[in-house]
């Protein structure tokens, strides 16, 4: 059976990562710039947008995060609902949970598009 709670995705890291620690781990959150290229016409238009993530790694490994912002990444994880109460009203928003990140090369993107 195939798992559909999962994603995988290439971007620019486009914010600095916000950590905060724990005990035994960090948790790091940032932003993911995603773009695509639409043609309107004879027009190529390019949509960019922010996608916030968030990555669990132990501590001894945080300095990892050093340096992020603006570095070409692999991202795979899943999809974590999370759910609080706020004012009464029963809020929700879905989190993209960062499981394994690796940097890559833009050599990396050309050879996904062929």
Known sequence: MKKF???????????????KEFE???VARF???VSHTENKG????NKTALLPVERWISNDKKDELNDLKGKY?????FFKPD????D???RSKIIFAVTK???LTMKDNEEAAE
């Open 31 to 33: 932003c993911l710039s």
């Open 88 to 90: 009464g009203k029963k």
């Open 73 to 77: 990444v692999g991202c795979y994880g």
């Open 5 to 19: 709670n999962e994603f995988s995705i290439s971007a620019f890291v486009a914010t600095v990562p916000e950590v």
């Open 42 to 45: 004879d027009e190529k238009v």
């Open 83 to 86: 759910t609080w109460e706020e």
């Open 24 to 26: 035994k781990s960090s």
């Open 101 to 103: 990140m690796e940097i």
